[in-house]
């Protein structure tokens, strides 16, 4: 991402959510995005998924630019349930993305089961997303973009709207995903210790107009545990690190609202 902008016309002028945001994510990295509310995260993903274009700057994937939709990224939106389709079954929402890869029928189903496993709704695959939990219809849209095994996968919050336990198990699931197959995954999370524990780095982003404050580097062992590596010393530093930084442009913020 090099030099990128997004300003949305408003009466009387425009709006810049994203101004002069640049960075690169490495094949295979986990690279989380954290800020205050109303960083404009959100519109950065979807100008990195080619959902929006930007005013000014580009998108590129190995050295292409990003004019709309690639084929081999997935993404799963902050708002799941507008992401199913609540007239088929939760395994047919997880199929339908297959059937455009020209898979088989047996391929897709052997995808279908496993990714519903993994995400813990083995049990729900003949159900409709309507007679689910929020958390669950989640789930399914997690699920769906395992199954799909993009070589991006651009997630929105994705953990926002399950339980604690749900939260660890998936993050968990998702450190095992990109180890066995090289995802690369592009995250957004509020949650600091979240973005410490998953990532390889992680952008601190200010405030719209939003631009990228810092990137940090997660010096801690590839191999992650909820516990064990949330214990660790090096673990408190760079989370108090990221959240000190993140209170400090809020404050900022403050400051100059009330002058």
Known sequence: MSSLEKTYPVKGGGFTAVAGMSFSVAEGELFSIVGPSGAGKTTLLRCVAGLDQPTSGSVTFNGQRVDGPPANFAVVFQDY????????????????????????????????????????????????????????????????????????????????SVDAQTRADLE??????????????????????????????????????????????IDLPDRRDQIETKSLPEFAHLRAHVFSRIREMVRNDAALASI
């Open 172 to 217: 968990d699931l998702l450190l095992r995903v990109r180890e066995e197959t090289g995802t690369t995954i592009l995250f957004v999370t509020h949650d600091v210790d979240e973005s410490v524990y998953l990532s390889n780095r992680v952008a601190i982003v200010t405030r719209s107009p939003s631009c990228v404050a810092e990137i940090v580097d």
């Open 81 to 160: 349930a507008r992401s199913l389709f609540p007239w088929i079954t939760v395994a047919k929402n997880v199929e339908l993305p297959l059937m455009k890869k020209g898979l088989d029928a047996a391929e897709r189903r052997a995808r279908v089961t496993q990714a519903l496993d993994e995400v813990g709704l083995a049990d729900a695959a003949h159900k409709k997303p309507f007679q689910l939990s929020g958390g669950m219809q989640q789930r399914v849209a997690i699920a769906r973009a395992i199954a799909y095994r993009p070589a991006v996968l651009i997630m929105d919050e994705p953990f926002a």
